[in-house]
């Protein structure tokens, strides 16, 4: 039986990391929410908080019969034991997941940059703030992250953090590449020559068959201003 990912429909978001790995292993799986509707999601976990035991805070979560595996680190990590798409002995495993929680943190901080007062109010309302948390991101955050990621890609030989395989960390950079492009074009664009490694991994992951073949489908949602990674030009700079 297919997976079901449960996440808001409308919106790549925090979900599109998993629907990346999913398609890149061309692992079968639905979207209730998206062939039904909201209230497909809020049913669902409504039933789940009813039912006791341990239910999702929030979307995404994947559904394989009873179980369900909530946040992103957390649902990458338990595919990749169960369809190989991790590493072949413990310590790289846990040198992977280190890496999916470090990205965790700055799609965190990605968040925050168009939210930094609240993530209960319009950027509208914020705007001023977000201009000053815009600048630091831009400026510190970026480098500090993306050059971690850059020495964690030139580990091994080969497009991959661990060389010709790639692993969910992988998927989880490249799209981290491509929504840091779409929410700062001009400054990625001003420090794309530092990550030559990093760049060299994105492009080998969408170029995968099955990645290029899901890029060109209607099942692929484009980045927009309802999701994590949000282009506002006055928040961008070189």
Not at 28 to 51: F, Q, T
Not at 90 to 116: F, K, R, S
Not at 139 to 161: M, Q, S, T
Not at 176 to 185: E, Q, R, S, V
Request: hydrophobic share 40%; aromatic share 10%.
């Amino acid at each position: 039986m297919a997976y079901r990912l449960y996440y808001w429909p409308g919106l790549p978001g925090r979900g599109e990391f998993v629907r990346m790995a999913l398609e890149a292993a061309e692992i079968p799986y639905s979207e209730p929410a998206r062939d039904d509707g909201v209230e497909a999601l809020l049913s669902d976990m409504e039933k789940r908080e009813e039912g006791g035991g341990f239910a999702p805070f929030a979307p995404p979560y994947l559904v394989d019969g009873d179980v369900a595996v909530a946040q992103v680190a957390h649902i990458l990590t338990w595919l990749a034991d169960r369809h190989g798409l991790g590493g072949d002995d413990p310590q790289t495993d846990l040198g992977l997941i280190q890496l999916q929680l470090t990205i965790t943190d700055i799609v965190a901080e990605v968040h925050n940059v168009h939210h930094p007062v609240g993530s209960g109010a319009y950027y509208a309302d914020q705007k001023d703030e977000a201009k000053r948390t815009a600048a630091q991101f831009r400026e510190d955050r970026i480098p500090k992250f993306l050059g971690h990621f850059e020495r964690a890609a030139a580990l091994n030989d080969g497009p991959f953090v661990l060389g010709g395989k790639w692993t969910h960390v992988d998927s989880s950079l490249a799209l981290l590449i491509d929504g840091l492009h779409y929410m700062f074009p001009r400054r990625m664009a001003a420090v794309k020559s530092d990550y030559p490694k990093l760049y060299a991994l994105r492009d080998a992951f969408v170029d995968l068959p099955a990645i290029a073949a899901y890029r060109a489908s209607d099942r692929c949602q484009g980045f927009n201003e309802d999701g994590i990674f949000r282009h506002y030009p006055e928040l961008d700079a070189a």
